[in-house]
């Protein structure tokens, strides 16, 4: 086996080691690194195909990310104990690692290329996303595929005293108020163009504003950018080290040879643009897109018509011809941006569309937003559920479950399209997770709100930025939901064109700006914190001025949105939907957990069925976590008052009437309820009205209410109950003997009547009743009765004067007529 060469060096700042290695494992691919950060590890393979595909008119790449359950110790948890489809995880890393990488491949490099990031190792406290991004530049680097890198990436944390932290582990990350991910390569002159940009607020970062950090505005960010510059000149830095080290033992990395492919030759351009630009130049100025999609095509068709068709200088060539068009189209957009200020559909750089916000817009939702901005109109529905409906997660990282979910859906219609619609797609996850980022950290903690939230964006209509017009409906969604937000939370999505030596930001873009542009970022937040941002740049780095006035810009929107969005709802209602559940939270001691759910669950889906409430029951290894919803909030607090009843019951007051139900019956009585949590013994005995009662069935039915009184209360608090004076039970015939006080007259008649008894045991019930058995001077008398109440009595409490042994014969008798039951019920 081959030796690995290995390259490290520490994080400056930490104490943590980043390293690359190659030449030990996956030998065959054209590139392949394995990248370290703690006990973290990716490898990464980058490998191309040799020609590209003919017709091929875009650049294919993919970047797969393949979680390891074993990484982390673990055996996937699906039916067939395999990993299986990406996780939300995974797809997201493929996003964060493609957007760097791609601009970083040479215009007209067409052949399919391929890079996966095989996770086969998870510390639980560093993250192997930015760690990924590292390791696929540095493959790479290694293959002699055609790449304009190294490009670096680092992950910094701000925390709660104000400084950047690199590299953070998931705890600090969680403790931190905001986390930006940066990626770039350096330039000739050393300094770091910024190419990728991800950034967001955490779960607490409101919580840790109001204790005092300093929040994340856009002075803050940009100082977060520049400072991250230090971290990716480090990984820039490894990884030329690591090409170096290569070169050193096996010689030069040959490049790889590829033809490059054009769109379109140059003399096509130099022939469409006189034929197409008068026409062009008017429908580069249509306002609405469907109209200008429209125009722009009619010209496309006619450059072709006249330069494609029979015997014409082009004839077969009607896709360069197109291309040449969609060529021209931006060249004629950025110009008229940059010369004469105006952009597509006629505004200024800083100008907004039309805004409209609208809330409550389906009744039986828990909460609707509806937000449009120029063609752009996004609807978003949540719905509100009991923490039982937490997404469970089985990923590399310490997350279990996740109590807030964003789905963001996209289909061809909102385009005026056809086309694949089901599940979503890695953009539509992308997107999700950006509005899911800008929203979390304005939600309330789950200690005084825990429902279990999920938002979903219905996208109606495209027109640049679904994204950000996701995160507005939303944060109207939520507040017309009740769901008390720290505050309202707008997005928009900015772009940047540079031409003729000259900066010009755009608010609000287009579809079509977006496409055109040279640079698109999305600033989502409150109106005075940033909570998420999104950056993407293709071209060398962005100065620092003109990045802080592009922040600045997008604020202005941002504040302008949410006066738009404030003047239809400004604060969240005061309660949940009505249709939504109402949820509460207690908390009881964990040695009562047992008593609140009950043998079998029997108390508490008992409490279910009778309050018709949702309840859970959960701990947290202090306490018990009793969480109760319901629609109607009468039943929240029925089941409220009941479980705290269990908890801690109410003691019944002696000699008190109280009308209980019959929650169980034995041989030897029945227990009734008569308070929350507080059951009380009637004795058999007890039951008759001074007749025997052979068998409580025949007076008593489970969930029959009857009137008791209090006749006793024991030392340990357990109840002795005596019917009341409605009490009147119907004997059936044959279920009785005689009255009680006749019992001691008839003595040991009674004893050779045994009835059913002595038949079972083959006896003759007409047989002679047998003689007492003699004395015998200094025998010791043994009572079995007397010994098995004092067992009973021991287990179950006094159970009343009846349940005393007596002196008399016919007490015995009378005991040992019910002995043979209770025999049988032990």
Not at 352 to 379: I, K, N
Not at 455 to 478: F, H, I, P, R
Not at 509 to 519: H, P, S
Request: aromatic fraction near 4%; charged fraction near 25%; glycine fraction near 10%.
């Amino acid at each position: 086996m081959a030796d690995a060469i290995r390259v490290s060096a520490p994080v400056s700042g930490t104490d943590k080691t980043l390293s690359f290695e190659t030449g030990k494992l996956a030998q065959q691919s054209m590139g392949a690194v394995v990248a370290s950060l703690g006990k973290t590890t990716v490898l990464a393979t980058a490998n191309a195909a040799k020609e590209a595909r003919p017709g091929a008119d875009f650049f294919p790449l993919t970047i797969d990310v393949e979680e390891r359950a074993y990484a982390a110790g673990k055996i996937p948890g699906s039916f067939f104990r395999r990993e299986g489809r990406p996780t939300e995880d995974a797809i997201l890393t493929c996003r964060l690692t493609d957007r760097p990488l791609r601009p970083a491949f040479p215009d007209g490099f067409r052949n399919e290329t391929q890079v996966v990031l095989t996770i086969i190792g998870a510390d639980m406290e560093n993250p192997h996303d930015v760690l990924s991004i590292n390791a696929a530049s540095a493959s790479l680097m290694l293959s002699g595929i055609p790449f304009d890198g190294p490009i670096g990436a680092v992950r910094v944390a701000y925390s709660q005293s104000g400084e950047w932290i690199p590299h953070p582990s998931y705890e600090e990350g969680a403790n931190s108020t905001f986390e930006l991910v940066v990626a770039g390569r350096q330039l000739d002159n050393g300094d770091v163009a910024i190419m990728m940009v991800e950034a967001g607020g955490t779960t607490k970062s409101f919580d840790y504003y109001a204790d005092g950090a300093p929040k994340v505005d856009e002075a803050a960010l940009a100082g977060g950018l520049e400072t991250s510059k230090t971290w990716i000149k480090e990984s820039i830095a490894l990884q030329k080290e690591l090409v170096a080290a290569v070169v050193a033992v096996k010689g030069p990395i040959v490049p790889m040879e590829y033809s490059v492919t054009v769109d379109y030759a140059p003399e096509v351009f130099a022939a469409v643009e006189p034929i197409a630009t008068p026409e062009l130049s008017k429908a580069v100025a249509i306002a609405l897109k469907a109209d200008r999609n429209a125009a722009t095509d009619a010209v496309a068709a006619d450059a072709v018509a006249k330069l494609c068709g029979e015997g014409a200088e082009f004839a077969g060539r009607e896709r360069e011809v197109k291309e040449a068009v969609r060529s021209l189209t931006k060249k004629l957009v950025r110009k008229r941006i940059v010369e004469e200020g105006k952009r597509i559909d006629g505004r200024g750089p800083r100008d907004l569309r039309p805004l409209s916000s609208e809330v409550g817009v389906l009744p039986t939702a828990h909460g609707t937003g509806l937000f449009q901005r120029g063609e752009t109109q996004v609807m978003n529905v949540v719905t509100m559920a009991m923490p039982r409906m937490n997404q469970l997660l089985d990923t590399l990282g310490p997350e279990t479950n996740k109590y807030f979910l964003f789905h963001y859906n996209m289909a061809p219609w909102a385009n005026g399209e056809t086309g694949r619609v089901g599940s979503p797609k890695r953009r539509e996850i992308g997107h999700g997770a950006l509005a899911a980022r800008a929203l979390l950290p304005v939600l309330p903690g789950l200690d005084n709100f825990n429902y279990t939230l999920r938002l979903v964006a219905e996208v109606l209509a495209s027109n640049g930025s679904t994204s950000m017009a996701s995160v507005c409906s939303g944060s109207l969604a939520l507040m017309d939901a009740g769901v008390p937000v720290r505050a309202a939370v707008a997005g928009i999505a900015m772009g940047l064109v540079y031409a003729e030596g000259k900066y010009t930001t755009l608010t609000d873009i287009l579809g079509a700006e977006d496409a055109f542009g040279d640079m698109d970022f999305k600033v989502a937040g409150t109106s005075d914190a940033i909570t998420a941002l999104q950056l993407d740049t293709k071209i060398d780095g962005i100065p620092a001025d003109v990045l802080a006035a592009a922040l600045d810009q997008a604020k202005e929107a941002r504040t302008e949105i949410l006066a738009n969005m404030n003047a239809c709802l400004a604060a969240p209602r005061d309660e949940v939907s009505a249709t939504a559940p109402k949820i509460i939270t207690i908390h009881i001691p964990m040695d009562k957990i047992g008593e609140v759910i009950g043998p079998k669950g029997k108390v508490i889906n008992t409490l279910t069925q009778e309050t018709g409430a949702d309840i859970a029951v959960d701990d947290d290894g202090a306490q018990g976590i009793v969480t109760i919803g319901a629609v109607e909030a009468w039943r929240m607090e029925d089941a409220k008052a009941r479980i705290l009843a269990i908890v801690s019951p109410p003691m019944a007051e002696l000699g008190g009437t109280y009308q209980g139900r019959v929650v169980n019956i034995t041989k030897f009585g029945a227990f009734v309820n008569i308070l929350p949590g507080r059951d009380g013994l009637v004795h058999i005995s007890k039951l008759g009205k001074g007749k025997r009662i052979n068998n409580v069935e025949d007076v008593l039915t489970l969930g029959q209410e009857i009137e008791v009184i209090v006749e006793e209360i024991d030392e340990k608090g357990k109840v002795s109950l005596t019917p009341g004076e409605s009490w009147d039970p119907v004997i059936p015939e044959g279920a009785s003997s005689a009255p009680a006080r006749e019992r001691s007259d008839r003595g040991d008649r009674d004893r050779g009547d045994r009835g059913g008894r002595d038949r079972d045991r083959g006896g003759d019930r007409d047989r002679a009743p047998r003689a007492a058995a003699p004395a015998v001077d200094g025998a010791v008398a043994v009572s079995f009765d007397d010994a098995f109440d004092a067992e009973l009595a021991g287990e179950l409490g006094d159970l009343g004067p009846g349940g005393e042994s007596g002196g008399n014969a016919g007490e015995r008798t009378d005991r040992g007529g019910d002995r043979g039951g209770r025999r049988r019920h032990r």
